[in-house]
């Protein structure tokens, strides 16, 4: 296990352990904070470690009274959001780092979340979490104008197979499907009016995506409610864009996703959603290593 601190920590200030998740690089995939033991941390101490680490997520875990069960809290540099996918497995790898691979249960604020962890042929360990119960809602024309005029897109950018909606998996998120890639390649946009507009609707990211086959796409993902202007890798959204998926294609459905992310910022990643089975929660998997 490695700890970035310069010295062992005390009694009062908590083991800060950072992960980089969804990649076997630690150069690649989402950097995520990660604290074993938050026991006593005060809500503002937790947003203060989010912001002196700088990830777009800090893990707050707190050890329940069984064994591999725990409280888990997120934290961005600016707020905290009710749950966090590459934080999480971060979070599951850590441990199994300390305590061996094997099965997690997640109290989040978002629900309970499963998460297992397995070491793959290559020696890296993969966790799998299975999300809480997904929803996906229409979105207004209003709100999908306004959307990409704050990103610079127009209608035409749109790809008219994959059509906007509102999908949550445990945080909510606008998908829009980008027609081309080089259109989801040029992001730049306005932060402060995306993050007013993210903050009305209580969206934690965009989820911007470009099909490259029936079942691999590219995607993006704003923050600038985290006062982060991009997310690298984005189990959450992952998550939500599987229910998504299986909303507007059925004939998606059943499959695994191969979802790319982080190239456009120098950090690959990669992210797999199961789609498999009749439940309606969906399944995101990736592997994580220590930042040294």
């Known amino acids: 296990m490695i700890n970035d601190a310069t010295e062992p920590p005390s009694s009062t200030e908590p083991e800060i352990l950072r992960y980089a998740a969804f990649a076997t690089d630690p150069g690649g995939g989402n950097p995520a904070g990660v604290v074993l033991d938050a026991t006593g941390l005060s809500d503002e101490r937790m947003l203060a470690i989010a912001a002196e680490i700088g990830y777009s997520e800090t893990a707050f875990l707190t050890p329940g009274a069984a064994a591999g069960h725990h409280t888990v809290r997120y934290f961005s540099p600016l707020t905290e959001v009710p749950f966090c996918g590459h934080a999480t497995v971060a979070s599951a790898v850590a441990l199994a780092d300390r305590v061996g691979p094997g099965r997690f249960r997640f109290a989040t604020r978002a629900g309970e979340v499963p998460v297992e962890v397995a070491e793959g042929a290559d020696g890296v360990l993969r966790a799998t979490l299975t999300s809480v119960e997904p929803h996906v809602a229409e979105a207004g024309a209003a709100d999908v104008a306004e959307a990409l005029g704050l990103l610079g897109w127009s209608t035409a950018d749109l790809d008219p197979a994959l059509p906007p909606r509102f999908a949550y998996a445990g945080a909510r998120h606008l998908v829009l499907a980008a027609a081309t890639r080089d259109r989801l390649a040029r992001l730049a946009y306005d932060f402060d009016g995306l993050a007013a507009y993210m903050t009305a609707r209580d969206l934690v990211t965009l989820q911007l995506v470009w099909r490259a086959a029936p079942d691999v796409f590219h995607v993006r993902n704003p ?8 997310d690298p890798a984005t189990g959450a959204a992952a998550a939500a864009f599987g229910a998504y998926l299986r909303t ?22 990669l992210l797999h959603v199961d789609l498999h089975g009749s439940a309606p929660r969906v399944r995101v998997s990736g592997a994580a290593v220590p930042i040294g």
């Open 223 to 230: 923050f600038p409610v985290g006062g982060v202007v991009e």
């Open 248 to 269: 507007v294609d059925p004939s998606a459905a059943p499959a695994t996703l191969t979802l790319h992310q982080g190239e456009d910022l120098g950090r690959p990643g």
